[in-house]
């Protein structure tokens, strides 16, 4: 799958789109590595996109007050993320590190729709939330940490394998101090926090459009 990367903010990214192109295509293969082959998406600099083609579009304010950057499915089923340039800077966040987050999770589930069978209920598999805020280095661009499938397998054993892929976890759904996870027990959303100040920091945020908000509807 090809994934179209388009600049309409009116504002200098900062950095070359296709020089960011070419690094989240490096970053891919990272988490083909551990996801399979279904999560192969080549991405590339573009000015416009059409129905049916997967984007990711850099705007320059958010159309919801504080939030960074989601991911949506279109109207024609096809992944849609938005990164807004603004928004992320106002709030002193760090661009590519907010677009290699949705972008890694639409590449693990586009459709928005896989879970897990957790200890506290259904997991939502969006494998950048439990590491939030994690990154590393790559080609001079932030990108996200992510947790691997191991991670949602509650038979592994602490220290067994590599939970995630900066190795910061020791178990299943373990959670670093930033991260969250979206979880669908006694019948509705619910999130669980790995500290209270990210419980705090979570509550003064605005997620209506996130990905884990569009799960809501069970």
Not at 59 to 81: C, F, M, R, V
Not at 85 to 91: A, G, I, P, S
Not at 168 to 177: A, G, K, M, V
Request: charged share 20%; hydrophobic share 35%; proline share 6%.
């Amino acid at each position: 799958m090809r994934m179209a990367l388009i600049n309409r903010s009116g504002e200098d990214l900062g950095f070359d789109l296709g020089d960011y192109a070419h690094t989240l295509n490096e970053y891919n293969r990272l988490l083909v590595s551990f996801w399979g082959p279904a999560a192969a998406v080549t991405c590339y600099h573009a000015q416009h996109f059409g129905p049916y083609r997967w984007a990711m579009v850099f705007l320059k304010h958010s159309d919801d007050p504080g939030a960074l950057a989601y991911h949506l499915t279109t109207d024609y089923g096809t992944p849609l993320a938005k990164v807004f340039v603004d928004t992320d800077r106002e709030q002193g966040a760090d661009l590519s590190l907010s677009a290699s987050h949705e972008f890694g999770e639409t590449c693990i589930d586009p459709d928005i729709n896989r879970l897990v069978h957790g200890p506290a209920g259904l997991y939502a598999v969006e494998p950048m939330d439990p590491v939030e805020n994690q990154y590393f280095t790559l080609n001079g661009f932030q990108m996200s940490n992510f947790v691997t499938p191991a991670w949602y397998q509650s038979f592994q054993a602490p220290g067994s394998v590599q939970f995630d892929y900066l190795r910061q976890l020791t178990r299943p759904f373990e959670l670093t101090p930033g991260g969250y996870q979206s979880v669908y027990t006694d019948g509705q959303w619910t999130n669980v926090f790995g500290s209270e100040a990210k419980a705090a920091a979570f509550a003064r945020e605005n997620r209506r459009g996130h990905r884990s908000e569009a799960r809501k509807p069970m």
